[in-house]
């Protein structure tokens, strides 16, 4: 699994480049405003293991405006064996309260093809300025 994390306003979530996992940077991004509305959307790429991989679980986001379950994403994606990845975004307002914040994904990877069962789980910190 990869990932690359956005941001920008309501119009365009897209527009500014955070970070990515490969290479690994700082994930730094700016706090919502009265005024002015802070958006990201964040991009997870799930990759194929030796044959159809079925992705679940989920992924919190705890920089994002809101409850506990507007902050967290279900994650139930197949990735076909002769494709090379699937992929899911969330998008959602940024926060207002500066501080730092995680992303944890806990998800388990079954492989079609031998049923094999893989946890994945990875944690993400993001600094919201």
């Not at 700082?26 to 030796?50: K, M, N, W």
């Not at 990877?109 to 990875?122: K, M, N, S, V």
């Amino acid at each position: 699994m990869s990932w690359v994390f956005m941001s920008g306003d309501g119009e365009n979530p897209d527009r500014d480049f955070v970070c990515q996992s490969d290479p690994r940077n700082d994930c730094t991004i700016v706090a919502s405003r009265p005024a002015e509305q802070s958006f990201s959307d964040l991009h997870f790429y799930y990759h194929a293991a030796g044959g159809e991989t079925k992705y679940e679980g989920t992924v919190t986001i705890g920089f994002f405006e809101g409850s506990a379950a507007a902050r967290t994403a279900q994650t139930s994606v197949v990735v076909k064996k002769d494709e090379p990845l699937a992929n899911q975004s969330v998008t959602g307002i940024v926060t207002s309260r500066p501080g730092t914040y995680e992303v944890t994904v806990a998800l388990t990877a079954t492989i079609g093809d031998t049923g094999t069962r893989q946890p994945l789980h990875q944690s993400v910190q993001v600094v919201v300025k």
